[in-house]
């Protein structure tokens, strides 16, 4: 079988998306030797690479996320000869000469519209015409799997449930090696609440701001707040949030961090915390746990499914509720150890390998119809 796989996003955009493309594909390399694929990069990116006989790197001009970028990506991929096409950025070529498959990572862009740019909901617009034109549809959560099915109308039969998994790179460290790290590197003292993702309106930063202020007001608490993530669109709100409870250096922005510190940073972490108002599956919590991290995420979508019991779940716009939540978490070592063995615990289900080896199964079933 001939594979070929989408990965020029993991050039324009490390985090997210481009993430599950690279970890995939990785983990693809490991576990099949004898089928063939063809990994389409960006034609600037000099880095990606998978070192085994039966992968070739092709790179293409067509740029990700670009107007034109279906049609342009017809003509690139015509010369080449596949028996799937995977696109796991979810918008495939206009048309192609064999079966695809196609991610979605979450339908955020149709329950959320206000939280677009003009030219995000422009590309998102095309999710519907994607949906119907792919032969398969690999959903990262039960939680995408439904919306797909309730807001694009895709027969159940066509979704196929595939969770992601946090890089093993994600894995507990010794407390004093990551506090000293993080004290160093980033300035931070021991007793810090963590967040990370792209700063964005659906991260719902702004309540966790304001719950902040109350755990430190109303609750007497000394965290710093710690927010690992560059700056996304639409931030305006966030930045007058922040003037407004003048919490000073009590926040820190850190920007965008590496895996190979923000390891550290979990691990550091006295608690992390994802107050979002819809995530397609939600890595960061995942990540956290794995390191042994407690975590505090919102009961919507998939994040219950991804934590399970092993973190606190909290209504998203409910301010008083997460301040508690963190409270509780914060001062009570026995909570504090109990969801850290939860977590560890939980993160084991989720693998790479297992996420490939049922993706594999989708190419087969999808090139065999």
Not at 69 to 81: K, S
Not at 111 to 138: K, N
Request: some cysteine; charged content about 25%; hydrophobic content about 45%.
């Amino acid at each position: 079988m001939r594979i070929g796989i989408d990965a020029r996003l993991i050039f324009y955009h490390q985090a997210g998306i481009g993430q599950y493309i690279l970890r995939l594909t990785q983990a693809l390399a490991q576990i099949d030797r004898d089928d063939a694929f063809v990994v389409f990069t960006s034609r600037k990116d000099k880095t990606f690479h998978v070192e085994q006989a039966n992968f070739k790197q092709q790179r293409l001009w067509t740029p990700s996320h670009h107007h034109l970028e279906r049609w342009a990506m017809t003509f690139e991929l015509a010369p080449f000869a596949l028996d799937v096409l995977h696109s796991p950025d979810f918008i495939p070529p206009a048309w192609t000469r064999c079966p695809s498959v196609i991610t979605m990572h979450d339908l955020a862009f149709m329950l959320y519209p206000r939280f677009l740019t003009r030219d995000s909901a422009r590309y998102y617009g095309q999710v519907d015409l994607a949906a119907r034109q792919a032969d398969h549809i690999i959903a990262v959560s039960q939680s995408t799997k439904r919306d797909t099915i309730r807001l694009l109308g895709v027969p159940e039969s066509k979704i196929t449930v595939i969770y992601e998994a946090a890089h093993p790179l994600f894995a507990p460290l010794a407390a004093d090696v990551a506090r000293d790290f993080v004290r160093t590197r980033y300035d931070l003292p021991a007793n810090f609440i963590l967040f990370v993702g792209t700063i964005e309106p659906r991260k719902n930063l702004p309540t966790l701001l304001r719950a902040f202020k109350r755990l430190r007001e109303n609750y007497k608490s000394d965290a710093v707040l710690a927010i690992a993530g560059k700056r996304g669109w639409l931030v305006e709100e966030v930045d007058r949030v922040i003037a407004e409870l003048q919490l000073g250096d009590a926040v820190r922005f850190l920007g965008g961090v590496q895996n190979e510190e923000l390891v550290y940073l979990y691990n550091a972490a006295r608690v992390f915390v994802l107050p979002s108002f819809y995530e397609g599956f939600g890595l960061p919590p995942l990540e956290a746990m794995a390191c042994g991290t407690p975590v505090i995420v919102s009961k919507v979508s998939s994040l219950p499914e991804v934590v399970g019991d092993a973190g606190l779940l909290v209504t998203p716009n409910d301010a008083e509720e997460l301040a508690v939540a963190m409270s509780r978490v914060l001062g009570d070592e026995k909570l504090r150890r109990e969801l850290r063995d939860k977590g560890l615990v939980r993160a084991q289900i989720f693998s790479w390998q297992r996420a490939a080896r049922e993706t594999l199964a989708v190419y087969r079933q999808v090139a065999r119809q």
